[in-house]
């Protein structure tokens, strides 16, 4: 998979921090970045054109970012998810574990340390797109 094939949405209510990041992503990395500041808007997207990476904050006013991924979830099977959030308790760490999120960052965040999770993500995207072509499917 190219770089600039590997999609990745960030949502989060506050469109100033959805904004930067997206940026910041893009300017260190060759990846597709979207963003969006309503997580409704950000599960539309999602179900008419899944990406493969979401990154999402946790709280938000309308759903929190648990819940969005879990209906993305039930869409696609196939992304990776990493949480950023603020609240730093034992409920979010487990409740990320149980949802099967990737990677969970407490704000503020490394930019750093988030580059270096999303390329592992895309490697690991890049190894099963490889199997898949090795059995001939894609």
Known sequence: ME???YRILIVDDEAD???ILAASISALTEFNVISFDDPNKALDSFISSPVDLVISDLEMPKIDGFQMIEKMKDRNINSDYIIVTGKKTMKVVVQARWLGVSYLFF???DIEELIEAIQTMYKRACYWEQRLQDIGVK
């Open 3 to 5: 770089p600039d094939k």
């Open 107 to 109: 704000k503020p965040v």
């Open 17 to 19: 921090t959805a904004d």
